[in-house]
């Protein structure tokens, strides 16, 4: 199947510095990523829509200026956490679909980035 | 928004079937009704996806009654590996088109020996 796939893993940073995730689709065209945030014993909560070309789509709640995303190529999207507390510390996770984005389509995810800020 | 709801956890025994129901009383018309499999400190894996009635592929069943107000996993003769986080997801229309997947609480599945 299609692979999506994430950089860092892991990544612990000091507090106030700035992260950057890549995103990547492997083998495949993806006009849409989704970026994802995930507490232990938590679900998933999606965060953003990255559009390629375009500005991100925000979840409410999620404060855009403090969660940079950049959707430059069809097969990379980033997420930059800026002046990243305690608080920012969790598992993010991105995920892409092939082509257009349809009802029916399957969404591959990354395997997710553990951050630690300290 | 469809809401999901799912049981928290459940538990088994190698070997045996597991049934995990869904409800998702306001489906939308164009939705499509998809499960994950969740490992921890890992990225969500597809399972199965279905519209209406009956899907099965190599690893599990779903079952869509007429109304889709509900869908059940299935998962045959379960092993310790399956111990997981297993979602139900059902698809969010965007007023552009295409959707985004919004995550409900998933079930926490312990399989022991």
């Known amino acids: 199947g299609a692979v999506v796939s994430q950089h860092p893993s892991w990544v612990i940073c000091k507090s106030g510095t700035s992260v950057k995730i890549e995103c990547r689709s492997l083998?495949?065209?993806?006009?849409?990523m989704f970026w994802y945030r995930q507490f232990p014993k938590q679900s998933l909560m999606l965060m953003a829509t990255?559009?390629?070309?375009?500005?991100?789509?925000?979840e409410q709640g999620v404060e855009k200026d403090k969660f940079l995303i950049n959707h430059a190529s069809l097969t990379l999207s980033t997420l930059t956490v800026t002046s990243a507390h305690p608080e920012d510390s969790s598992f993010y996770i991105c995920?892409?679909?092939?082509?257009?984005?349809?009802?029916?389509?399957?969404?591959?995810f990354g395997q997710g980035t553990r951050l630690t800020v300290v | 928004l469809a809401k999901t709801t799912q049981p928290i956890s459940m538990d088994s025994y190698e070997g045996q079937e597991v049934n995990i129901t869904c409800s998702h009383n306001?489906?939308?018309?164009?939705?499509?009704i998809t499960w994950y499999q969740q490992f921890p400190s890992q990225g969500p894996r597809f399972i199965i996806q279905?519209?209406?009635t009956k899907v099965t592929n190599e690893v599990a069943s779903l079952f869509i009654p007429a109304d889709r107000k509900s869908s059940t996993l299935s998962l045959p003769r379960v092993s310790l590996s399956d111990t997981a986080v297993y979602y139900c997801l059902v698809g969010v229309v965007l007023t552009g088109g295409g959707n985004k997947l919004t995550f409900g609480t998933g079930t926490q599945l312990k399989v022991e020996l």
């Open positions: 306001n489906i939308a018309t164009n939705d499509y």
């Open positions: 279905g519209y209406k």
């Open positions: 083998d495949f065209q993806a006009t849409t």
């Open positions: 995920s892409a679909r092939q082509g257009r984005v349809a009802l029916n389509t399957e969404a591959f």
């Open positions: 990255s559009n390629e070309g375009s500005k991100a789509t925000y």
